[in-house]
């Protein structure tokens, strides 16, 4: 209730050198605190007077910082919703991101099958001409097949004591007869290969037989024949071949007036 005209009236008083507490003891002791009191009072009005703008101040801020704090607040439940509904999003892309990398990862490895299986269906195709003509070449064999093993069994059981020519003549006797009984055979029959395969024929080569036709169809005749042949061998070459052969398998070699006799135990 301290207003400013009362602090006017009492500066006066309050500005003479004996209106102080120390004084006024020493004149009444029991009015000192009252002097004292006064003198507390206007100061503390001075000092209220710039105090109270500041509290309503203070009051309208607090007021304003509740306001944004509620305003913050509402931001806040703002925030986190829409954080929440970006997580949501963001589970949604990363999902959708995964899925899209999954059907990359398929279809490259789709593609590496396709180009794979295109390279494989190129690569047979140059192949089909080749089994095509094979799947004829077989059939033709079994057409010609009993005509092409009676060939090759009159060959072994009768062409040994013969020279290649008369060979080539006995073949083209079976052959005219086999055409007019109607026997179908193959026109391009090779008895040697019919008979014995290139590496059996290699190995046989190393061994120290001749190269050549004759050599290699009497070869045939002493492996595939089931009677054991009778050499004429002037140049040794059969021996030879034949003592290699069966170095292994236990031969016997006995010699009687420049004959050899071929055993086997």
């Not at 060979?167 to 026997?183: G, T």
Request: aromatic fraction near 8%.
């Amino acid at each position: 209730t301290i207003t400013g005209e009362t602090v006017e009236l009492l500066e006066p008083y309050l500005d003479m050198e004996d209106y102080n507490l120390e004084i006024a003891k020493k004149v009444c002791g029991n009015v000192a605190g009252l002097c004292s009191w006064t003198r507390a009072m206007a100061y503390f009005y001075g000092i209220n007077k710039e105090v109270l703008p500041l509290k309503a101040n203070l009051a309208l801020q607090e007021g304003r910082l509740a306001a944004a704090q509620t305003e913050l607040n509402n931001a806040q439940i703002q925030l986190d919703e829409k954080q929440m509904e970006l997580d949501q999003v963001r589970a949604m892309y990363d999902s959708a991101m995964k899925e899209k990398q999954a059907l990359l990862d398929d279809a490259e490895a789709c593609r590496r099958k396709m180009n794979s299986a295109t390279a494989l269906i190129e690569g047979l195709g140059g192949e089909k001409l080749r089994w095509t003509a094979s799947s004829k070449n077989f059939q033709n064999q079994i057409f010609n097949l009993v005509g092409n093993v009676l060939l090759a069994t009159g060959f072994l059981s009768y062409s040994g004591p013969f020279n290649q020519e008369y060979r080539n003549l006995l073949l083209q006797l079976w052959k005219k007869e086999m055409d007019n009984s109607k026997i179908p055979y193959s026109n391009d029959l090779s008895l040697t290969g019919m008979l014995a395969d290139n590496a059996a024929v290699g190995e046989w080569n190393l061994q120290g037989l001749p190269n050549d036709d004759l050599s290699i169809q009497n070869g045939i005749i002493v492996t595939k024949a089931s009677r054991y042949p009778l050499l004429i061998d002037p140049q040794g070459q059969g021996k030879i071949w034949i003592k290699n052969m069966e170095k292994n398998n236990g031969l016997q070699v006995k010699r009687l007036f420049n004959i050899f006799y071929v055993c086997h135990f």
